[in-house]
């Protein structure tokens, strides 16, 4: 059974850090791209950053520069360091797993909110 749990969300306060956690578990975690999307009030579900089995990243515009996305081989877990958070980046963040090797392989995680207030 395959599952991608995420946790770290919280409230946090303009200009604070919080750091998400996906742990995943019955994929192959080395063979799968892990991507953190968020959708926040009103909003399409949009993408935040990827990275790659061989540890390539890509930034959505908005966060780049503040975020940064990690994984550990060792513990099949990706990590979002969120620094420098706004109240723009208020959401709903998910964690996603695409497989290299086949297609349509995607699975996705149950969201963990992230709260900065105005």
């Given at each position: ?62 966060v ?32 996603n ?11 996705w995680?149950?969201?963990t ?6």
């Amino acid at each position: 059974q395959v599952q991608l749990v995420e946790s770290g969300g919280g409230l946090a306060q303009p200009g604070g850090s919080l750091r998400l956690s996906c742990a995943t578990s019955g994929i192959i975690f080395s063979i799968n791209v892990m991507g953190w999307y968020r959708q926040g009030p009103g909003k399409q579900r949009e993408l935040v950053a990827f990275v790659t089995p061989g540890g390539g990243t890509n930034y959505d515009a908005a966060v780049k520069g503040r975020f940064t996305i990690s994984r550990d081989e060792a513990k099949d877990t990706a990590y979002l360091q969120m620094n420098n958070l706004k109240p723009e980046d208020t959401a709903v963040y998910y964690c996603n797993a695409r497989s290299v090797r086949v297609i349509d392989e995607i699975y996705w995680g149950q969201g963990t909110q992230v709260t900065v207030p105005s």
